[in-house]
């Protein structure tokens, strides 16, 4: 852990302004009585994939809870995830349509596994990497989120390298049948609407919700300085989302929940940086079912068992002709979790994937490619053990491609008198290749798997009755023969190594009643190390879109029984860019200068069942920034909305 050492020496000076602010609001708080804002004692099911307090466990985890959703109204679960330290998602301000690229610590898209309530969403169609994009994923339907930082290829499989982000759907619960909704107008002719069914009766509880969102949008791209008067056609979209889940109490052990998600859009988009078009088109459905089912060891554990069939269709229809992709994923996992003593637990699964990819540029018959594995994997965890929790854990996965790969988590955490607790972890990875980047047009056979080791250590500090809580992180991230589309060959291949490093510190205060402020800061920078020519090696930095820096500060307050208001400020620090200029240019790569965004959230509550919002983004209309080089970025805009449950 030596290198993590160097690494926090390092970032010292860089941080040490930020430590100084954290420290003036946390000696200000001290003088307040205040509610508790500590998550120390929240039961969580992402670190070890079962109910466990927070405390008991050294895994870097944030949550996004159903009261900070409810206080985001209008807003996408982009949007959200954006604020989160150490997740940058590129698009987030640019046309709605425009894709959303994930950089978790630095990492792509294709680096993190996102889970509906504990089962992968993955995208065998993804040209990037394996990951759902998130257009298709509506906010109205999240209970909460749990962010897991860190390598856990160990419990959730192969893409999870930089982490996990577990989405938690809203359930049934309370009266018989209750009605709600919202309606939601904004800039640029933007409509979204949901309506949907919930409840609970006798061993039954069920929720039903559908959703439209609409809008005109902006040019996707933007148009040259040296063009006057473009006339650059808006890019729009529409999306429609279907979900339901029902929960089944079959017997007084035994709980099943079947459930269907549909998700389907359609955008327009141009023809490149700075290039209008005018017949680009891209259609895209997402079906997400299958069944979960859990059974309680009488208290002491429970049997867990979870299948689930994926398929996404897209169409693509531009000025270079049509482009239809499908692709299906299947998942099926049954694992196990039992207390051996009040302080020793134990775990046991099994899981099944398969991914099918059908294109008729693929190299095999009928355009049909798949690949499958099946892994074994236990854990054993201390839980709190005077104050001492540890888990140790392994893999073993059977690739029908790659091979037999092992995978281990080491991670112990130490808590001090319930005020501060210290972890650190050592967990590796293991990778295959997606079908795109081993069969398509621009694939190649002969890449081999990735494989990453992952280091982080940190502090976590409750303060003054736990109305303070503060962390810091540091991590380094280690790959093997990391996998990148190359433009000048058209073709993916592995380079040597990849090293990535970075410090994350997350506050959260609440110095009085009704007043709570949010603050985080991260810090990344990655190279990568590849034979340039045989004989010599080329290290070079290679976080293209991935600030070093980035940070954001969110002040919520309770005004009255009934009025809250909210603002955020978030900052972008500078970062590289790849610009592809009009054939046969070649690339050419620009800085792009840093920014800060200012939002603000109005709500007022008529009623427990009722309540109007208003959200102001980019409040100083910032238009002179890029998140990708070529493309617009939205300037002042709004929404406003309504809510209801009857």
Known sequence: MLHLFNLLTYMKKKSSMLTFGLLAICYAASAQDSAQVSQLNTFVVTATKFAKKQSETGKVLSVITSQQLAQSQGRTVADVLNEQAGIVINGVGSNPGKNRELYFRGATSQYTTILMDGIPVADATGLTG?????????????????????????????????????????????????????????????????????????????????????????????????????????????????????????????????????SDYKSLYDGGPFVDAIVNNNKSSLIHTGIRGDYDLNGKGQIHGNFAYQKITRRDESSWGVTDLDGRSYFAELYANYDLTNWLQAMVGLEYRKSQMFDTTFDAPYGVRDMYNTSPYAALFIKNLHGFSFELGGRYTMHSQYGNNFTYTINPSYLVSDKLKIFASIASGFKAPTLTSLYSIWGSKDLKPEHATSYEAGAQTFLLNDRIDLRAVVFKRDLKDVIAFIPATNKYVNFNQQHDKGLEIELAVQPVKGLNIKANYAYVDGEVTTQDTPGKDTTYNNLVRRPNHTGTLNVGYQVTKHLFVSGTL?????????????????????????????????????????????????????????????????????????????
Do not use: C
Request: without cysteine; charged residues 20%; proline residues 5%.
């Open 130 to 262: 394996s990951a759902i994009d998130l257009r298709l994923l509506p906010v109205d339907q999240v209970e909460r989120i749990e962010i897991l930082r860190g390598t856990q290829s160990t419990m959730y499989g192969a893409d999870a390298i930089a982490g996990v982000v577990n989405v938690i759907t809203k359930k049934g619960s309370g009266k018989p049948i209750s009605a709600y909704g919202d309606l939601v107008w904004g800039s640029n002719r933007s409509l979204k609407g949901s309506l949907g069914l919930r409840g609970q009766q006798d061993n039954v509880d069920y929720n039903v919700n559908f959703t439209h969102y609409e809008t005109d949008g902006i040019s996707e791209a933007a148009a040259p300085d040296t063009l006057k008067d473009p006339a650059y056609d808006r890019d729009g979209i529409k999306q429609n989302a279907f979900m339901a889940n029902i929960g089944i109490q079959a017997t007084e052990q035994l709980k099943l929940r079947p459930f269907l998600f549909y």
């Open 570 to 646: 978030r900052h972008i620090g500078s970062r590289y860019d790849q610009y592809y200029p009009p054939f046969p240019d070649p690339m050419q790569v620009v800085q792009l200068e840093a920014y800060t965004l200012l939002d603000a959230y109005v709500e007022y509550r008529f009623s427990p069942k009722a309540n109007l919002f208003f959200n102001a983004n980019n409040i100083t209309n910032n238009k002179k920034y890029w998140e990708i080089y070529g493309y617009s970025v939205l300037g002042f805009n709004v929404a406003a909305g309504v809510s209801f449950t009857l």
